[in-house]
């Protein structure tokens, strides 16, 4: 895999107080299946559809026990440098790089708005393998935020995005591209949102059926938060898992209605 354009998604992991239930669940809900986990790195365990690594889960590290959440790490070819740009640009750096073995370097932040992230600078390891087609790999991420002004000139900022804005009077929807690719959306959380529920990142997996997928996660403990709704992009679905992290399904075979009209924001 070439390395991949700064500010490209490129990894995802979350932390569980109960690590072996977040596996039986993601397990029976996407599929996946876990390698060992490392001791070495804070039982670092690494989740995998049909062979190629997709996420990963960690327990929590002593002081930052709290709720569950997704983390979505951007690419960089230098964490370093990316550090020092998202403190020049308004955001708060959580952890500094940190060098993973010979995996990668890593760097966790905050935007202005509330919203956490992670940087990845590949090592041996350079982030998802499986592609976005494939059932249980990682396919599109959104961030929501009840800021969206300070979000959008960060991360165009930081990571040199290209904006399009979603032409709808309902929602406050904007697309990021990467030379052309759409790599990240961005939502305006309104007041559907308790005021209890941070900014944060919202990834997405993908699924061959959406609905089957919401009745497993239901089943086991999950909450189903919006959906299944048919969109031009595939038939989706918010939930939160039993430990309340949240995450979406996409079916994106199963699509319905026209692509939304954009206009650049940039």
């Given amino acids: 895999m070439a390395v991949q354009p700064e500010g490209t998604p490129c990894w995802a992991d979350a932390m569980f107080g109960d690590v072996e239930g977040a596996k039986s669940f993601y397990g029976d809900v996407l599929g996946w299946t876990f390698g060992e986990s490392s001791s070495e790195y804070g039982n670092y365990t690494q989740a995998y559809a049909d062979g190629k690594a997709v996420a990963a889960v960690v327990p929590p590290m002593p002081g930052q026990e709290g709720q569950s959440q997704w983390c979505l790490y951007f690419a960089s070819p230098d964490a370093a ?41 590949g090592g041996t390891h350079e982030g998802f393998e499986a592609s976005p087609q494939q059932t249980g790999a990682y396919c599109w991420a959104e961030v929501f935020t009840r800021a969206p002004e300070k979000s959008d000139a960060f991360f165009t900022a930081v990571f040199g995005y290209t904006a399009k804005q979603l032409q709808d009077d309902a929602i406050d929807f904007r697309m990021f591209e990467l030379g052309g690719n759409t790599v990240l959306g961005r939502m305006r959380m309104t007041d559907d949102f308790p005021p209890e529920v941070p900014p944060y990142i919202n990834v997405y997996f993908t699924v061959g059926n959406c609905d089957d997928a919401v009745a497993r996660a239901t089943k086991l403990g999950g909450v189903l938060r919006f959906g299944p709704m048919d969109s031009p992009f595939g038939r989706f ?17 199963t699509t319905a209605g026209e692509m939304p009209q954009t206009t650049d924001a940039s």
């Fill in 237 to 253: 679905a918010a939930l939160s898992d039993p430990q309340g992290a949240n995450f979406s399904v996409i079916d994106i075979t």
């Fill in 81 to 121: 440098a990316t550090a020092a740009k998202i403190r020049d640009k308004g955001g708060e750096v959580l952890m500094e790089p940190m060098r993973v073995g010979d995996f990668g370097t890593m760097c966790l932040a905050r935007d202005p708005s509330g919203v956490v992230f992670g940087v990845w600078q």
